[in-house]
């Protein structure tokens, strides 16, 4: 286990006075600057913990020392097995980072050390699970030319297909009747090596290749309205029913006698370039140059075209750097991987909240290169930023939440095509997750023309809208209200949510629910963070 | 009397379609339709009697007429000057309420023996139209000696006339006669069992539609596509399963049929695509939207429009118009119009005098929250009327 150290300040908790300067508010791919009621508080990510200083070395100490009951990577390799090297996909890290990605790095020390070991049956697979499939620059990006093309050319280098029944096993069942289902290639391989990126502690452990290689079938059981609604939160394995379900899957895979080497990696909160510096910082702070940079950056997005502006923002490479790296048994290795996440974006925070609010940015795990439509605004805000918690959610059950987005009704006709019929036809009817997981979820997951273009096209799985509104089942059970400002009225009410056109309207609107007078407490993120409410 | 009076007049035609061409209804301040002091029409022979209008609604085709819009084919089949109105619920001298059935067929035109569709029932394929002691006219609101409803009074033969309930409001009874269409279109097609019916267009037409195929057949789904919100409402309401906006409208096909897609154009698809609309549009998209084999039922009055009909041929779909009704239709849009409370589509009623707001409200009538308007005739001066019993 390699672990960078050295002192950043930690998070930070703002109480808002007068002298408070304006606060940042991501507004997807525009910001702006709210003045918020004397009194509220802002919380802050910790600063960026630094880098490891040898990330290669680092990749190489932990194959070389696993945690947990498992032995050093070379010790596993033998001339004549089967490998099967699979790697988290697209939807991490965000944004995408500069090159070398990560997933490069580690993968070629593995390669490395098969080749030394002569292993020559050696296929990759990306852990698509019901997401889209990668293009061929999207691979290159996350492996390296290297990779693509000693594997790409000769269909080493594959992508999963959750709805090829000839390319997937089924293992049986859990001891709670779970139906486990993965990569064939990866199931009837000697080892399975598996190559993550932890950007939020809901990543990784078993949830890797329980998720990440499955089926519909599989991922019904855990990817649910029930299983959401009781997890508090995603980011506390050990309050997660989601995490629980894919935990007694992992372990099932490894009964059947399925090895697995995991090899998890954090990132430290350098989210963003140079030039966007100012959004990495406290408004305080900021610096002559900060304030130019965000008059220019802001005056000339509001006058460039969405489809431009979008554009500038999906080339963004991040600036994000290994933070730490570790590997070996799985719950050894995501033991040791949380706590490193936790390292980096935990910050304490005193009591909840009657109003939350939070600046939704352009990127969330399922549009990059692609457009966010309003059910990934709904998602990002209700089902990621709001489960960044620890202990109990931020704002308190009854509270309001309000999110700053523009939220087009705009979708990315090929890389969410179920996406489009879900918000035309299901939310036209009803917004109740329950409702719409029993009344819809079948016939979307089991369209022939959704799966079509999820296997041969860059389409997201048919499911996938229905698994994005469960995501947001927790929020919408424990709040008493979703504020939007800035968003396009009808998509907004669309989703059940209320449209305010300033951040003052939404907080009168706001105490219609909670009562006069009420706390506010502001999500300073991205760079991400996850409270720890007290 | 006060009549709304549509003559033969080319820069009036010109004018009408070039106002329209601005926004829709403008026809009827540049046209050739005006508020005219005219002569009662003359009873053309036994069997015929005079009709006081109580309210005469504003049809799709009678603003195609207005905005000058209208398909040339019909010229030969109309006679100038005429007045509009073929929706209506009027008052005949003794009193008693009727709803009028427009069609000008061989008995009105005294034509004795009748012709082929005459003698089956089917009296509105009528093939005499043009013939007879009247004067051209496919219906009444069409002809020069009949008079229509939009007036104080018009003249209608005994076949053309069918006695409003007396529990029955006007407001239900004018929406009898486009009810009737909307029966005809559903029982003259072969609708199967648990059938996929698309439904395009949520006017008038498209909603009476939507309340028939729920109460006449059994379709499986009945898909709507509606433009207004108020539109969306209604269909819902009168039976629609699945109700969206018209550019949604192919996606929600697609989804319900399982259907895959090749370009624009379903390889599935409704088996039944009910075209309330007849424009361009509609009719392309009901070509994209419909199975193999399946039936496109025209009920929406088209005008000349381009449409690539290659997916017609090469998926062996039938395309088939749906014009007015047989004689019998009538009992039944009765039955179906109390059924489904469809005088709550009238949504205003105009004066006579007021006539350009009127048809401007029609002609606007979706995005104004409004289905049928009508003009409101029982405040108009009227001879003193012998009342039954």
């Known amino acids: 286990m390699q672990v960078a150290r050295r002192s950043t300040r930690p998070g930070f908790v703002l109480n808002v006075d007068r002298s408070t300067p304006p606060t940042l508010f991501w507004h997807g791919e525009q910001y702006r600057l709210e003045r918020l009621p004397t009194g509220s508080r802002v919380v802050y990510p910790p600063e960026a913990l630094p880098a490891l200083e040898d990330p290669d070395g680092a990749i190489r100490h932990a194959l070389l020392n696993p945690l947990g009951d498992s032995q050093p990577l070379p010790s596993l390799l033998h001339g004549g097995m089967k490998l099967t090297i699979c790697f988290d996909d697209i939807s991490l890290p965000l944004p995408p980072m500069q090159r070398p990605d990560i997933r490069q790095r580690v993968i070629e020390a593995v390669l490395d050390m098969a080749a030394e070991a002569g292993v020559d049956d050696v296929v990759l697979i990306a852990a698509l699970a019901l997401h889209r499939r990668m293009t061929e620059q999207e691979l290159r990006h996350a492996l390296g030319d290297r990779v693509y093309d000693a594997f790409a050319p000769h269909g080493l280098l594959t992508q999963l297909d959750a709805e090829d029944p000839e390319t997937m096993l089924h293992l049986g069942t859990t001891d709670a009747g779970e139906d486990v289902e993965i990569s064939k290639r990866a199931a009837t391989s000697d080892l399975i090596v598996y190559v993550n990126i932890n950007l939020v502690a809901m990543d990784g452990g078993h949830k890797s290749v329980a998720t990440g290689l499955a089926s519909y079938r599989s991922l019904r059981h855990h990817h649910n309205v029930r299983t959401m609604q009781q997890s508090r939160s995603f980011m506390d394995q050990h309050k997660s029913e989601l995490h629980s379900s894919n935990w007694r899957m992992g372990r099932h895979i490894a009964a059947c006698g399925i090895k697995v080497f995991q090899i998890e990696t954090t990132l430290n909160t350098n989210t963003f370039p140079e030039q966007f510096a100012f ?130 009704w705009a979708f990315h006709p090929v890389h969410h095509p179920s996406y489009i019929d879900f918000f035309e036809q299901v939310l036209a009817e009803t917004t109740d997750p329950l409702e719409i997981e029993s009344k819809f979820e079948e016939g979307f997951a089991t369209d022939p023309w959704y799966i079509h273009l999820y296997r041969t096209s860059y389409a997201y799985h048919g499911v996938h809208p229905f698994y994005m509104w469960y995501w947001c089942a927790h929020a919408l059970q424990h709040l008493g209200g979703v504020i939007l400002v800035g968003g396009d009225a009808k998509a907004v009410r669309r989703m059940g949510f209320k449209p305010a056109s300033t951040m003052r309207d939404a907080l009168e609107m706001a105490e219609d629910v909670v009562g006069r007078d009420p706390s506010i407490t502001h999500m300073h993120t991205p760079p991400l963070l996850i409270a720890d409410v007290k | 009397m006060r009549a709304l009076l549509f003559e033969r007049s080319l820069p009036r035609f010109a004018a009408a379609r070039v106002a329209s061409s601005v926004a829709p209804g403008r026809g009827s301040r540049f046209g050739p339709l005006r508020l005219a002091q005219l002569d009662e029409p003359a009873l053309p022979g036994p069997g015929w009697q005079r009709v006081r209008p109580r309210l005469a609604g504003i049809c799709g085709s009678d603003l195609a007429t207005v905005d000058g819009r209208s398909s040339r084919y019909f010229e030969p089949i109309v006679s100038f000057p005429f007045v509009p109105g073929h929706e209506v619920v009027g008052e005949l001298d003794d009193g008693s309420r009727v709803v009028l059935e427009p069609v000008l067929a061989c008995a009105a035109r005294g034509i004795d023996p009748p012709c082929d569709s005459c003698a089956a029932g089917t009296n509105g394929n009528c093939e005499r139209i043009a013939f007879g ?47 009737a269409c909307a029966v005809h279109a559903v029982q003259s097609t072969e609708i199967g069992e648990g059938a996929t019916v698309v439904v395009l267009g949520a006017g008038t037409l498209g909603l009476c539609t939507i309340a028939a195929l729920r109460r006449l057949a059994l379709p499986g789904v009945v898909i709507a596509g509606a433009k207004h919100p108020d539109q969306r409402r209604l269909a819902t309401d009168l039976g629609a399963d699945v109700v969206v906006e018209p550019d949604q409208v192919q996606r929600a096909v697609r989804r319900r049929t399982a259907s895959l897609a090749v370009g624009r154009q379903l390889t599935g698809g409704a088996d039944i695509v009910v075209d309330c609309v007849g424009n361009q549009a509609s009719l392309a998209e009901a070509l994209s939207i419909v199975r193999p084999r399946g039936t496109i039922v025209l009920v929406g009055m088209p005008g000349p429009v381009l449409v690539d009909l290659a997916p017609l041929w090469q998926r062996e779909v039938r395309l088939v118009g749906s014009y007015t009704y047989r004689h019998q239709t009538f009992p039944t849009a009765f039955e179906v119009v109390h059924a489904a409370a469809l005088g709550r589509l009238v949504s205003a009623l105009y004066p006579l005098d007021r006539y350009r707001e009127a048809i401007d409200h029609a002609a606007h009538a979706g995005r104004r929250g409004a289905v049928k308007i009508a003009f409101d005739l029982r405040k108009e001066a009227r001879p003193e009327v012998r009342r039954m019993g």
């Open chain 2, 133 to 179: 002691h009247l004067e051209p006219g496919l219906q009444t609101g069409y002809c020069a000696d009949t008079g229509g409803g939009w007036s104080e009074a018009f003249v209608a033969h005994q076949s053309q006339l069918h006695t409003v309930p007396a529990d029955m409001a006007d407001e239900d009874a004018v929406m009898v006669e486009p009810m």
């Open chain 1, 279 to 408: 959004l990495q910082r406290r408004e305080w702070e900021w610096t002559a140059r900060d304030r130019a940079t965000y008059l220019g950056v802001s005056k000339s997005l509001d006058r460039t075209p969405p489809r431009l502006a979008r554009s500038i923002f999906q080339s963004i490479r991040s600036p994000h750097q290994m933070q730490s790296v570790q590997a070996g048994e799985v719950e050894a290795v995501h033991e040791v991987t949380t706590q490193n996440v936790y390292r980096q974006q935990l910050v304490e925070v005193q009591g909840q909240t009657d109003i939350l609010t939070m600046g939704l940015p352009y990127i969330c795990p399922y549009n990059v290169n692609s457009i966010m439509n309003p059910i990934l605004v709904a998602c990002l805000g209700l089902g990621y930023f709001f489960n960044l918690y620890r202990g109990k959610p931020l704002v308190r059950e009854g509270g309001v939440l309000i999110m700053r987005h523009p939220t087009p």
